[in-house]
């Protein structure tokens, strides 16, 4: 469980072009001790009756540039934080900062107060696209905060985004794979957002930044999204929170409060669709009323948003699937957590497996 404590623009040494994080977090200036105790007693409160004995606590520092912050003011909030660890209530602390920020000493005095996980906000590797969003650092700012965070044994995230200023898909996926390259432990992604009183919302009304279409940013996300499993490198999180503040806050661009649903949806639809070219290649007769099979978990992609992978899928062959079904959950399955499905797929006909593809074997060999 993780416990949000949001310092929106604080620390920042400049406003980014896109973000506004007062407005959509609906929090100003430094927490106070009492409210950082307030905020995380009501978090393990609310926890309690749903909490697993092995559930990992955290508290994480979020928005602004922590290790920008003076020194003093840093120690001061890890002090608050890091009091819940002697108590013995959270295991650990997270922070998030920009890449710019982080030299070996700052990484060595996070480790003392119990910070375990770092995320760095790159938003992209490229030169000209950082320059386009006033994150006035070179693409090797984060290149070395990751070397020395993994040396010093921090559990190291990475936040990209896509649609940004001066950016297409090219050079979207070349900047992930140089990410990916740099073995973070885990990646966010999100699109970008033209937010309410943003300095992107001003080059938005003058025509000066045109956001992405829904359909060209989720097929982007799609690509991303296998990269990112051939890399073994789990996504987090897909887009924005979801809530009131952001849908306050926002004014145009691909949002929607459960992309990471959608970007597996689009993942099964291709995952799908190869499953059918292994059908139409056997020319097995009588390819009709077949059922797709799928661990429990994954069927509400299938059944969702109106059976809209079913749809899709129906209509790019003869071949139809007329019906979902679940296969029996295998307790003792324990899958990679960059894998996007909660196991492998396969058509049947009258409970007869048929057609099967491992979604590694997906992964591996789907054309991006």
């Given at each position: 469980?993780?416990?949000?404590?949001?310092?929106?623009?604080?620390g920042?040494?400049n406003h980014?072009?896109?973000?506004n994080?007062e407005?959509?977090?609906?929090?100003?200036?430094?927490?106070?001790?009492e409210?950082?105790?307030?905020?995380?007693?009501?978090?393990?409160a609310s926890?309690?009756q749903?909490?697993?004995?092995d559930?990992?606590?955290?508290i994480?520092?979020?928005?602004g540039?922590?290790?920008?912050?003076?020194?003093?003011?840093?120690?001061?909030?890890?002090?608050?934080a890091?009091?819940w660890?002697?108590?013995?209530?959270v295991?650990?602390?997270?922070i998030?900062?920009?890449?710019d920020?982080v030299d070996?000493s700052?990484?060595?005095r996070?480790?003392?107060?119990?910070?375990?996980?770092?995320?760095?906000?790159a938003?992209?590797?490229?030169?000209?696209?950082?320059?386009?969003?006033?994150r006035f650092?070179?693409?090797?700012?984060t290149?070395?905060a990751?070397?020395?965070?993994?040396?010093?044994?921090?559990t190291?995230?990475?936040?990209?985004m896509?649609?940004l200023?001066?950016?297409?898909?090219?050079?979207?996926?070349?900047?992930?794979?140089?990410?990916l390259?740099?073995?973070?432990?885990f990646?966010?992604?999100h699109?970008?957002?033209?937010?309410?009183?943003?300095?992107l919302?001003?080059?938005?009304?003058?025509?000066?930044?045109?956001?992405?279409?829904?359909?060209r940013?989720l097929?982007?996300?799609t690509?991303?999204?296998?990269l990112?499993a051939r890399?073994?490198?789990?996504?987090y999180?897909?887009?924005?929170?979801?809530g009131e503040?952001c849908?306050?806050?926002?004014l145009?661009?691909?949002?929607?409060?459960a992309?990471?649903?959608?970007?597996?949806?689009?993942?099964a639809f291709?995952?799908?669709?190869?499953?059918?070219t292994?059908?139409?290649s056997?020319?097995e007769?009588?390819?009709?009323?077949?059922?797709l099979?799928v661990?429990?978990?994954?069927?509400s992609?299938v059944?969702?948003?109106g059976?809209?992978l079913?749809?899709?899928?129906?209509?790019?062959?003869?071949?139809?699937?007329?019906?979902?079904?679940h296969q029996?959950?295998?307790?003792?399955?324990n899958l990679?957590?960059?894998l996007?499905?909660?196991g492998?797929?396969?058509?049947?006909k009258?409970?007869?497996?048929l057609?099967?593809l491992?979604?590694e074997?997906?992964?591996?060999?789907?054309r991006i």
């Amino acid at each position: 469980m993780i416990i949000p404590i949001f310092l929106p623009q604080i620390g920042c040494p400049n406003h980014c072009i896109y973000c506004n994080q007062e407005d959509l977090t609906g929090t100003r200036g430094l927490p106070r001790k009492e409210t950082i105790d307030q905020t995380v007693q009501a978090y393990l409160a609310s926890s309690n009756q749903r909490q697993k004995a092995d559930q990992t606590v955290e508290i994480a520092f979020y928005g602004g540039t922590f290790t920008a912050l003076p020194e003093a003011t840093q120690a001061k909030l890890l002090d608050y934080a890091s009091s819940w660890i002697e108590k013995r209530l959270v295991h650990h602390l997270r922070i998030s900062t920009r890449p710019d920020y982080v030299d070996l000493s700052t990484v060595r005095r996070l480790s003392t107060y119990g910070v375990a996980i770092v995320e760095i906000g790159a938003q992209t590797m490229n030169p000209k696209v950082l320059q386009n969003i006033y994150r006035f650092h070179k693409p090797q700012a984060t290149v070395r905060a990751i070397k020395l965070l993994k040396q010093e044994g921090i559990t190291t995230g990475l936040h990209l985004m896509t649609a940004l200023p001066g950016e297409d898909e090219a050079s979207a996926l070349l900047s992930l794979e140089e990410s990916l390259h740099l073995k973070p432990d885990f990646l966010r992604i999100h699109p970008t957002l033209v937010l309410k009183n943003s300095l992107l919302e001003k080059k938005w009304r003058t025509g000066a930044y045109q956001p992405w279409s829904w359909g060209r940013n989720l097929r982007l996300l799609t690509k991303m999204a296998l990269l990112c499993a051939r890399h073994k490198i789990p996504v987090y999180r897909w887009g924005l929170m979801p809530g009131e503040l952001c849908r306050n806050s926002y004014l145009a661009g691909p949002y929607a409060p459960a992309l990471g649903e959608w970007v597996k949806r689009s993942l099964a639809f291709h995952y799908v669709a190869s499953l059918l070219t292994i059908a139409l290649s056997s020319k097995e007769p009588g390819l009709s009323q077949l059922t797709l099979s799928v661990p429990q978990k994954d069927l509400s992609l299938v059944k969702g948003q109106g059976s809209w992978l079913l749809r899709h899928c129906n209509s790019l062959s003869d071949i139809i699937i007329t019906s979902s079904t679940h296969q029996k959950e295998e307790r003792s399955l324990n899958l990679p957590n960059y894998l996007p499905f909660h196991g492998d797929w396969h058509i049947q006909k009258n409970g007869e497996k048929l057609f099967f593809l491992t979604q590694e074997e997906f992964i591996a060999n789907w054309r991006i």
